[in-house]
């Protein structure tokens, strides 16, 4: 089984920052790729940022400039560094990964349990 342990959601002002991490655990044998989705109040989820194995990023229109994400490979890690938040940034944030899993090593989709951002004066 895996584990996606996602920590850093919190409140902040208009135009400030916030870093999400998040953390695969168990019986990975490789992660494919990583990446952030979040769900705002009424809406549906939606993409905010993915890695894959070589470094090649993707990011949804709304964050370019302002959202950077990365992984660190060797500790199965993914961050999103948020930078210049907006009051429409508030939503729950999702890890999400796709690993192939030991023993047959056949590729899944997990999802983490999400983290909520509140961005708010």
């Known amino acids: 089984q895996v584990q996606l342990l996602e920590s850093g959601g919190g409140l902040v002002q208009p135009g400030g920052s916030l870093r999400l991490s998040c953390a695969a655990s168990?019986?990975?044998?490789?992660?494919?790729?990583m990446g952030w989705y979040r769900q705002a109040p009424g809406k549906e989820r939606e993409l905010v940022a993915t890695?894959?194995?070589?470094?090649?990023?993707n990011y949804a229109d709304s964050v370019k400039g302002r959202f950077t994400i990365s992984r660190d490979y060797s500790k199965n890690t993914v961050f999103l560094q948020m930078n210049s938040l907006k009051p429409e940034d508030t939503a729950v944030y999702y890890c999400?990964?796709?690993?192939?899993?030991?023993?047959?090593?056949?590729?899944?989709?997990?999802w983490g349990q999400g983290t909520q951002v509140t961005v708010s004066s």
């Open positions: 168990g019986s990975i044998f490789i992660i494919n790729a």
């Open positions: 999400n990964a796709r690993i192939a899993v030991l023993p047959r090593k056949y590729e899944s989709e997990y």
């Open positions: 890695i894959d194995n070589r470094a090649s990023t």
